[in-house]
């Protein structure tokens, strides 16, 4: 497995639409390694995401992955996925408000308003279509990732920019446990 070279904000790679990925390419071996470059490359950043267009591939591809950390100290685990072509089909109206980060913009984070559920159908890495109800977390994960894939970050959601703070501020912040909570 190799540590897949990450693209940053500004390549215009990150403000693109993504393309589809067909049902053939999704059996060809490099597809495959693929993944396995994007969980690796996800892992060793400390991500819980990965879309494809960070790695500098145009394909609606991404891979998510979430483990508790001391930053993350709430968070409900995530097994891995794998989500190819997907589409968010429905969401709650209500709002939440929390943290991000984003492996193309390192060191810095971002209270960031996104749909506190919604209901994902997507491709997995086996062909299968999945469709998946989502809250907390791990809707915001998907939600972060998908935009990806439309050419979205996450910094275009944002409400205010005064809440984007260096991860050393968040860092100080989340250990005098104060200004982390959700609004
Ligand atoms: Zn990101």
């Given at each position: ?99 991000e ?11 960031v ?41 996450y ?29």
């Amino acid at each position: 497995m190799k540590l897949l070279k990450k693209t940053e904000f500004g390549n215009p790679v990150l403000r693109k639409r993504s393309r589809k990925v067909s049902a053939k390419e999704m059996n060809e071996k490099s597809f495959i390694f693929l993944i396995k470059d994007m969980f690796f490359t996800m892992r060793k950043s400390k991500g819980v995401g990965l879309a494809a267009p960070q790695i500098n591939k145009d394909l609606q591809l991404a891979v998510i992955e979430i483990k508790k950390n001391k930053l993350r100290p709430k968070v409900i685990p995530l097994a891995p996925e794998v989500i190819i072509n997907p589409e968010i089909t429905n969401h709650s109206k209500k709002i939440t408000h929390d943290w991000e980060g984003c492996l193309s913009l390192t060191g810095v984070r971002g209270l960031v308003p996104r749909f506190s559920e919604v209901t994902v159908k997507y491709t997995d890495d086996t062909g299968k279509i999945k469709v998946k109800k989502l809250k907390g977390f791990q809707a915001r994960v998907f939600q972060h990732e998908i935009d990806h894939l439309n050419g979205v970050l996450y910094v275009d959601r944002m409400k205010d920019m005064k809440s984007l703070i260096t991860l050393n501020e968040f860092r100080k912040r989340s250990i005098k446990n104060e200004g982390l909570k959700s609004k």
